[in-house]
Nanobody
Framework: QVQLVESGGGLVQAGGSLSVSCAAS????????VAWFRQAPRKEREFVAA????????DYADSLKGRFTISVDNAKNTVYLQMNSLKPEDTAVYYC????????????????WGQGTQVTVSS
């Protein structure tokens, strides 16, 4: 059974950086895509970034390109989201999700979800 566990969230000042992690277990993930989504208070959950586990194909929300970077560490079975130049509007619960197949920005196509990690950016 696929399990995804996020970690690394916390409180950071505007302009700072933070990296959140998604530890994956239960399957061989070479043909999986993993994505990050986020949900701010009183807002819909939105796509952040996605990566294909093998080969490194990535996709980003247009508004976040250049500030956020998604990456995979195969040895640790972990996907990372590096967030730079953080803004108060980046405050949200960040979720990782996984699916077999290519990365996609559509959350309904992801079968496995983590519990989320809170990121708070203070102004």
């Amino acid at each position: 059974q696929v399990q995804l566990v996020e970690s690394g969230g916390g409180l950071v000042q505007a302009g700072g950086s933070l990296s959140v992690s998604c530890a994956a277990s239960g399957r061989t993930f070479s043909r999986f895509a993993v994505a990050w989504f986020r949900q701010a208070p009183r807002k819909e959950r939105e796509f952040v970034a996605a990566i294909y586990w093998s080969g490194g194909l990535t996709d980003y929300a247009d508004s976040l390109k250049g500030r956020f970077t998604i990456s995979v560490d195969n040895a640790k079975n972990t996907v990372y989201l590096q967030m730079n130049s953080l803004k108060p509007e980046d405050t949200a619960v960040y979720y990782c999700a996984a699916r077999e197949g290519a990365p996609t920005m559509f959350q309904t196509r992801y079968d496995y979800w983590g519990q989320g990690t809170q990121v708070t950016v203070s102004s």
